[in-house]
């Protein structure tokens, strides 16, 4: 990356550059963990940084053009921007991007001047500004940039030079802010950027392209270290969101983000901006914005399980499930069951299931929405960095999923869960449910009570597989109007159905398949069947338990529980109003039964 001093700086210089800047900061993540207190003790910063790192060099190409290659390196950090430091630095990059003129190179003063210029976007995007951390170190290197703005010009030798200011700005954060005075640590988002500046540094001294490999940046996962200081959380969900052609100012916007929570950072512009903040309402918070924009993409990461994951774990075995799991709340909690949701569209606007759309407001949106909403695969992404953190702290890993047949989520997760098995050398195991749903449930809730019993984690999995064959769900929906309108059921037959009163009960085979187990004139009649065939294929066998399901209609789930407690003698496990990625094609007011047998 020689440059002399006569030469631009191009887009070469700048991709190798950046480049060797994001290895170093991949190799040096576990120590960025590991120093990580402020703003929240979550011991992830380096881990957020590395993958916001990742997006740039999985999505971008060395173009000649400098313009061209800041603006793509700042497209994808801030598309794939995660956590506090990774927006903040996904927005420096913005602002150098929008304040670098239009040329295939630039002069060292032209970039000092951009650096310069990049500093108020990122004290813009914060709604609370605090000094001691990366913000003051950025600000201080383009204050020795700008001061060497005019008497020298040669790029490599001021750069070089710039260390010194770097790591004396570094160092004084230990005693700008108290939590990092308790522990003498220094800020961990400003060390990042420091090990980006000096990956950057020692590219340029070796001078030789040839000796970058991308190879090397290939070969090193997201890491999670097991150092934690415990404190209380006062905002459980770390969220982000893209959102593009905003309806209201960045002002308004971050002013609706304060109200709901702390942390909040807003980068970009109002074409496409990406939003942080820590909140324990998601679902209440994208509700408000709704009408603001076009929400593209979320991110919502659980800080307290994050937190239990790694000081308060009360098992060796990790437990994964998808949000098509219909479990109470409170039984995820105490098993501590890591839930990835499955992505969920209403037109352009993307939401998580049962994270940042609730089955209120679910509902609400289906009856005034003109789209019919579309589900999303979780993709393998989500899965490897899920695995590389538990991987990280627990001896074993058991992820069941929704049927194979209805989704590519199953699929995804076997792809991370061998990438991630072989890395680490730990076993993850993934298992195709052949279900979803309540039927789900009781295969993850019966998991997560074996080991909570200590049972040996291949005894676990010979039992999952048994009980596969004799979990049952029984679906009884009022309507078919929306399974007419996701598709799963034709136009043609949907209004024969309807003419004659018809209204289906829906199972599952032992393929995974859904298909229909009967048909009524109502869905009292539906139930009234459902209940017979429950009583006929209890006798003789064990019930080990089972959950009550709604979409929507609390008051024939309570009659559905008192029912099946005087055809069992048991109280149901859960009763749940099921999952919206569910409901959304059974209905709103279906009620549904789900079982597992010991036999």
């Given at each position: 990356?020689?440059?002399?001093?006569?030469?631009?700086?191009?887009?070469?210089?700048?991709?190798?550059?950046?480049?060797?800047?994001?290895?170093?900061?991949?190799?040096?993540?576990?120590?960025?963990?590991?120093?990580?207190?402020?703003?929240?003790?979550?011991?992830?910063?380096?881990?957020?940084?590395?993958?916001?790192?990742?997006?740039?060099?999985?999505?971008?190409?060395?173009?000649?053009?400098?313009?061209?290659?800041?603006?793509?390196?700042?497209?994808?950090?801030?598309?794939?921007?995660?956590?506090?430091?990774?927006?903040?630095?996904?927005?420096?990059?913005?602002?150098?991007?929008?304040?670098?003129?239009?040329?295939?190179?630039?002069?060292?003063?032209?970039?000092?001047?951009?650096?310069?210029?990049?500093?108020?976007?990122?004290?813009?995007?914060?709604?609370?500004?605090?000094?001691?951390?990366?913000?003051?170190?950025?600000?201080?290197?383009?204050?020795?940039?700008?001061?060497?703005?005019?008497?020298?010009?040669?790029?490599?030798?001021?750069?070089?030079?710039?260390?010194?200011?770097l790591e004396k700005s570094l160092a004084d954060t230990t005693f700008k802010l108290k939590e990092l005075r308790k522990t003498g640590f220094v800020d961990s988002g400003a060390k990042g950027f420091v090990v980006f500046i000096q990956g950057i540094i020692d590219f340029i001294k070796i001078s030789n392209i040839r000796k970058l490999s991308l190879e090397k940046s290939e070969e090193i996962s997201l890491i999670h270290t097991e150092n934690f200081v415990e404190e209380d959380i006062t905002y459980r969900f770390c969220t982000e969101a893209i959102i593009k052609n905003l309806k209201i100012d960045i002002k308004e916007l971050?002013?609706?983000?304060?109200?709901?929570?702390?942390?909040?950072?807003?980068?970009?512009?109002?074409?496409?901006?990406?939003?942080?903040?820590?909140?324990?309402?998601?679902?209440?918070?994208?509700?408000?914005?709704?009408?603001?924009?076009?929400?593209?993409?979320?991110?919502?990461?659980?800080?307290?399980?994050?937190?239990?994951?790694?000081?308060?774990?009360?098992?060796?075995?990790?437990?994964?499930?998808?949000?098509?799991?219909?479990?109470?709340?409170?039984?995820?909690?105490?098993?501590?069951?890591?839930?990835?949701?499955?992505?969920?569209?209403?037109?352009?606007?993307?939401?998580?299931?049962?994270?940042?759309?609730?089955?209120?407001?679910?509902?609400?949106?289906?009856?005034?929405?003109?789209?019919?909403?579309?589900?999303?695969?979780?993709?393998?992404?989500?899965?490897?960095?899920?695995?590389?953190?538990?991987?990280?702290?627990?001896?074993?890993?058991?992820?069941?999923?929704?049927?194979?047949?209805?989704?590519?989520?199953?699929?995804?997760?076997?792809?991370?869960?061998?990438?991630?098995?072989?890395?680490?050398?730990?076993?993850?195991?993934?298992?195709?449910?052949?279900?979803?749903?309540?039927?789900?449930?009781?295969?993850?809730?019966?998991?997560?009570?074996?080991?909570?019993?200590?049972?040996?984690?291949?005894?676990?999995?010979?039992?999952?597989?048994?009980?596969?064959?004799?979990?049952?769900?029984?679906?009884?929906?009022?309507?078919?109007?929306?399974?007419?309108?996701?598709?799963?059921?034709?136009?043609?037959?949907?209004?024969?159905?309807?003419?004659?009163?018809?209204?289906?009960?829906?199972?599952?085979?032992?393929?995974?398949?859904?298909?229909?187990?009967?048909?009524?004139?109502?869905?009292?009649?539906?139930?009234?069947?459902?209940?017979?065939?429950?009583?006929?294929?209890?006798?003789?066998?064990?019930?080990?338990?089972?959950?009550?399901?709604?979409?929507?209609?609390?008051?024939?789930?309570?009659?559905?529980?008192?029912?099946?407690?005087?055809?069992?003698?048991?109280?149901?496990?859960?009763?749940?109003?099921?999952?919206?990625?569910?409901?959304?094609?059974?209905?709103?007011?279906?009620?549904?039964?789900?079982?597992?047998?010991?036999?």
């Amino acid at each position: 990356m020689s440059v002399s001093q006569e030469e631009l700086i191009n887009g070469k210089h700048l991709y190798y550059g950046f480049i060797a800047g994001s290895i170093r900061v991949l190799e040096n993540q576990a120590e960025l963990n590991r120093i990580n207190v402020f703003p929240v003790n979550d011991k992830d910063t380096g881990t957020n940084l590395a993958s916001t790192i990742r997006a740039v060099i999985d999505n971008i190409k060395s173009n000649k053009s400098y313009k061209t290659t800041i603006e793509n390196i700042a497209d994808a950090a801030l598309i794939g921007a995660r956590g506090n430091s990774g927006v903040i630095f996904a927005q420096f990059l913005y602002g150098l991007s929008k304040e670098t003129t239009n040329k295939k190179g630039i002069t060292f003063s032209e970039f000092a001047e951009s650096v310069k210029k990049a500093i108020p976007y990122i004290y813009d995007a914060i709604g609370n500004p605090i000094e001691g951390t990366m913000l003051t170190v950025i600000r201080e290197w383009s204050d020795f940039l700008s001061r060497n703005n005019k008497s020298i010009h040669h790029f490599n030798k001021v750069i070089i030079d710039s260390f010194e200011v770097l790591e004396k700005s570094l160092a004084d954060t230990t005693f700008k802010l108290k939590e990092l005075r308790k522990t003498g640590f220094v800020d961990s988002g400003a060390k990042g950027f420091v090990v980006f500046i000096q990956g950057i540094i020692d590219f340029i001294k070796i001078s030789n392209i040839r000796k970058l490999s991308l190879e090397k940046s290939e070969e090193i996962s997201l890491i999670h270290t097991e150092n934690f200081v415990e404190e209380d959380i006062t905002y459980r969900f770390c969220t982000e969101a893209i959102i593009k052609n905003l309806k209201i100012d960045i002002k308004e916007l971050k002013q609706i983000l304060s109200e709901k929570g702390d942390s909040v950072v807003v980068a970009g512009s109002e074409k496409t901006c990406r939003i942080h903040i820590h909140t324990n309402e998601p679902a209440i918070l994208f509700n408000n914005l709704k009408e603001a924009g076009t929400i593209s993409f979320q991110k919502v990461d659980d800080m307290l399980r994050q937190h239990q994951v790694v000081s308060n774990r009360k098992w060796n075995i990790a437990l994964v499930t998808d949000s098509t799991c219909d479990l109470s709340q409170e039984l995820i909690d105490y098993y501590q069951i890591n839930v990835l949701p499955i992505n969920l569209n209403f037109g352009e606007n993307h939401y998580l299931d049962k994270v940042t759309i609730q089955p209120d407001q679910f509902y609400d949106l289906l009856e005034s929405s003109k789209e019919f909403p579309k589900t999303a695969q979780i993709n393998e992404r989500a899965f490897t960095n899920m695995y590389s953190h538990l991987a990280s702290h627990y001896d074993a890993i058991i992820s069941i999923h929704l049927t194979s047949k209805f989704s590519g989520t199953y699929s995804n997760s076997l792809k991370a869960a061998k990438r991630i098995s072989n890395e680490f050398n730990k076993p993850v195991y993934t298992i195709d449910s052949k279900n979803l749903s309540g039927a789900l449930g009781l295969l993850v809730l019966k998991t997560a009570e074996s080991i909570d019993q200590g049972k040996s984690v291949k005894n676990i999995i010979s039992s999952v597989e048994k009980d596969i064959a004799n979990t049952k769900i029984y679906v009884g929906v009022r309507d078919l109007k929306f399974m007419i309108k996701g598709g799963r059921v034709s136009k043609p037959a949907g209004f024969i159905a309807n003419a004659l009163g018809l209204t289906p009960i829906i199972t599952m085979d032992k393929n995974g398949k859904s298909s229909l187990f009967g048909k009524t004139f109502s869905q009292k009649a539906s139930l009234n069947k459902i209940y017979k065939h429950i009583e006929q294929l209890s006798l003789g066998k064990t019930l080990w338990n089972y959950i009550v399901l709604h979409a929507h209609n609390p008051d024939e789930a309570e009659k559905a529980e008192k029912k099946m407690i005087e055809i069992s003698g048991k109280t149901p496990r859960s009763v749940v109003d099921i999952s919206p990625v569910i409901g959304m094609h059974a209905g709103i007011g279906t009620v549904a039964i789900s079982l597992l047998y010991d036999n």
